[in-house]
Nanobody, 126 residues
Framework: QVQVVESGGGLVQAGTSLRLSCVAS????????MGWFRRAPGKEREFVAA????????FYEDSLKGRFTISRDNAKNTVALQMNSLKPEDTAVYYC???????????????????WGQGTQVTISS
């Protein structure tokens, strides 16, 4: 069974940066497509960024391009989300998800992911 665990959340001030990490454990002989989603208070969960299994494709929510960067370390089956110039509206629970399919694109929809983490809280103060 694959477990997805996020880390790196916290409370920071607007304008600063935060780096989230996610590890997909359980299988060491393969890589997974990985994605980040977030759910702000009172809102639906939304897509943030994704990277496919072999790091050949990345995809971002349009409004986050230029501030957020997704990267991966396949040797460790980890993915990171670097978030810069944070704003209060970035406050949310951030979820990491793993996709077991070998896609040639970075998946952006919930149903394309098979395993989900519990989420990590990110709070941006103004």
């Amino acid at each position: 069974q694959v477990q997805v665990v996020e880390s790196g959340g916290g409370l920071v001030q607007a304008g600063t940066s935060l780096r989230l990490s996610c590890v997909a454990s359980g299988r060491t002989d393969r890589s997974y497509g990985m994605g980040w989603f977030r759910r702000a208070p009172g809102k639906e969960r939304e897509f943030v960024a994704a990277i496919n299994w072999n790091d050949s494709r990345k995809f971002y929510e349009d409004s986050l391009k230029g501030r957020f960067t997704i990267s991966r370390d396949n040797a460790k089956n980890t993915v990171a989300l670097q978030m810069n110039s944070l704003k209060p509206e970035d406050t949310a629970v951030y979820y990491c998800a793993a996709d077991r399919n070998y896609r040639d694109y970075a998946p952006q929809y919930d149903h394309e992911y098979d395993y989900w983490g519990q989420g990590t809280q990110v709070t941006i103060s103004s």
